[in-house]
């Protein structure tokens, strides 16, 4: 009885009310946004850390609210995932960076490969294969030219369906990186059976790299483990020259961060790929 009381009380707390509401509210705009014109994908630059070659790009969404203004990912992709409607989204992203990857390679300018972030939610849902076929089939790109980045929660989340899901996106030829790499709560052990191309060192080792110990070791077992893996390893959130050039030197493969380029809405990161390629 003490149990369903707390319930009801909770059930009845103005606050809560208030705040489920809003959320409502949110989910029915970002469903809204999603179907209408108010999601944008930014890219950023991944560059090469010895020949300074943009090898590759990283897609960011952004949702140009019409009364918010710009709201990031942070505040409405855990909405998103815990809604279902990060699926739709996801949907939207593929087909987004799928449609401009073919753009690019019309133009002459498509780097290497185009990275998207893939939800742990959707890798869980056997949607996810039938849409990564859709997008390709529809554009007709190569599917080494794109990139799914998929955290390690997605061990946690539901291990077989989501090595199943994996084993399929490899046979279909695209890209997996692991991003965030080292923050999950992971064993390694999904690295035994899946060939990953590339790992993606969070920014929270990255940060001070060049002062902290510790988060030195940490990125130097990271290359370490991701070379004799035959993987990439890429460094996110890369600020300085310093941290640049002591990455180098640690043999990481590629940067990513502030240093490079912020993410670009297409037409400025079209401009710079093309001043790259000049
Ligand atoms: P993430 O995948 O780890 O992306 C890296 C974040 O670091 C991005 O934040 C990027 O803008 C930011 N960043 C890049 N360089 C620097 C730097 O030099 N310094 C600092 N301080 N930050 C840097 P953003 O765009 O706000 O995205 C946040 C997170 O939202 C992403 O983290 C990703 O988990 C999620 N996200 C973004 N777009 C998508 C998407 O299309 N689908 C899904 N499922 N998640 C997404
Ligand atoms: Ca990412
Ligand atoms: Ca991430
Ligand atoms: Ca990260």
Redesign the pocket.
């Known amino acids: 009885a003490k149990q369903q009381g707390r319930g009801i009380l909770r059930f009845f707390s103005p606050e809560l009310t208030d705040r489920a509401k809003a959320r409502l509210a949110l989910e029915a705009e970002l469903r809204h946004a999603i179907e209408g014109d108010e999601l944008r ?2 890219y ?1 630059p991944q560059t090469d850390l010895v020949s300074g070659e943009t090898v590759g790009l ?5 949702w140009h609210h019409p009364e918010r203004g710009m709201i ?3 505040d409405f ?1 855990p909405l ?2 815990e809604s279902g409607l ?1 699926v739709a ?2 949907d939207w ?1 593929l087909h987004t960076a799928c449609r401009q990857i073919k753009t690019w390679l019309d133009a002459g300018l498509a780097p290497r490969r185009t990275a ?4 742990a ?2 890798l869980s849902r056997d949607h996810l294969i039938e849409s990564v076929k859709h997008a390709l089939r529809e554009t007709g790109i190569p599917p080494e030219r794109l990139e799914l ?1 998929i ?1 390690e929660s997605f061990v946690i989340a539901d291990r077989e369906q989501s090595f199943k899901a994996l084993a399929e996106l490899r046979a279909l030829g695209v890209r997996l990186s692991i ?2 790499f080292g923050t999950g709560y992971s064993s390694l052990a999904y690295l035994q059976h899946i060939e990953i191309h590339e790992l ?1 060192i ?2 929270s080792f990255v ?1 001070d790299v060049t002062t902290n110990t510790s988060n030195a070791s940490i990125v130097k077992a990271i290359i370490a483990l991701g070379h004799s893996l035959g993987s990439e390893i890429v460094a ?4 300085t020259q310093a941290q640049a050039d002591y990455l180098r030197a640690l043999h990481c493969d590629l940067m ?4 490079v380029s ?2 670009l809405p297409v037409e400025e990161i079209t401009r710079f790929l093309s001043r790259a390629g000049a």
Do not use: M, W
């Open positions: 994908l930014y950023q990283e897609g960011l969404v952004r990031p990912p942070g992709i998103a995932e990060v989204l996801g992203v998207v972030n893939v939800s939610v959707q980045e955290t991003d965030d993606k969070d920014i940060r996110e959130g890369v600020e990513q961060g502030y240093l912020r993410p």
